[in-house]
């Protein structure tokens, strides 16, 4: 069976200093892959998308970049955190087919100070 | 403009009661997916159920059960009979398919509160 597991679970940062979330999905091969960002009390909004290795689509302009190293690897990064970059993340994925639902990762609070 | 609009922003019921979200999509596909998920305290984010624009039936699982009606473009959830642990937020959501990308708009989310 198909698993997402991201991590940290909880951060704390202060602001100016870097971030890398990580996502990791198992059972599965190409998966599309997806950072949602969830700020206190709102919805969600699509940080980034990936279709592939190294194909990373941005949705929003913003202190954060995405990486795809490996196919079922999805990083979050930044080199200098805002006190607006804090928020829930979240980490998901779906398989390659037109149909299907978005499997979601634990999440990872981030707290800048 | 939204693509997925949920206008109830919090909703209080007492157990028992039956509580039905409101969700209104837009989108000028023909093939597009509709979703509910289900976000608890713990925050990892439950999917509940897919529609697809095809099928307009209704669907009805446990206390759950699913209103889709193209003609008004909406998808609404109602819990029968609702419970403490039905308390979360709850997310409406479109999939909309591009080029090799199926793009998922939510909604704004509706947090339901389940008093015992």
């Known amino acids: 069976s198909q698993t997402i597991h991201q991590w940290p679970a909880t951060l704390v940062q202060p602001v100016g200093s870097p971030l890398s979330l990580e996502c990791t999905v198992e059972g599965t091969s190409n998966p599309n892959l997806y950072w949602y960002r969830q700020a206190a009390g709102r919805g969600l909004q699509l940080l980034f998308y990936?279709?592939?290795?190294?194909?990373i689509s941005s949705e929003v302009p913003q202190n954060l970049s995405a990486s795809r190293p490996q196919d079922r690897q999805f990083i979050l990064s930044s080199k200098k955190l805002l006190l607006s970059d804090s928020g829930f993340y979240l980490c998901?994925?779906?398989?390659?087919?037109?149909?299907?639902?978005?499997?979601f990762g634990e999440g990872s609070r981030l707290t800048v100070l | 403009a939204q693509k997925v609009t949920q206008a109830q922003t919090e909703i209080s019921v007492v157990e028992k009661e039956d509580v039905t979200l409101d969700c209104v999509y837009e989108?000028?596909?023909?093939?597009?997916?509709l979703f509910w998920y289900k976000q608890p305290p713990s925050g990892e984010l439950v999917f509940l159920i897919r529609?697809?624009?095809?099928?307009?039936q209704n669907e009805i699982s446990g206390r759950y059960s699913w209103n889709f009606q193209k003609s008004t473009s909406s998808f609404n959830f109602t819990i029968t009979a609702s419970q403490v642990v039905d308390s979360a937020v709850y997310f409406c959501?479109?999939?909309?398919?591009?080029?090799?990308?199926?793009?998922?708009?939510f909604g704004s989310g509706t947090k339901l509160n389940v008093k015992p």
């Open positions: 959501a479109l999939s909309e398919r591009i080029y090799n990308f199926n793009k998922f708009y």
């Open positions: 529609r697809n624009s095809f099928d307009e």
């Open positions: 998901a994925w779906k398989g390659i087919a037109n149909t299907g639902e978005l499997f």
């Open positions: 990936s279709v592939g290795i190294g194909q």
């Open positions: 989108t000028r596909d023909t093939t597009y997916y």
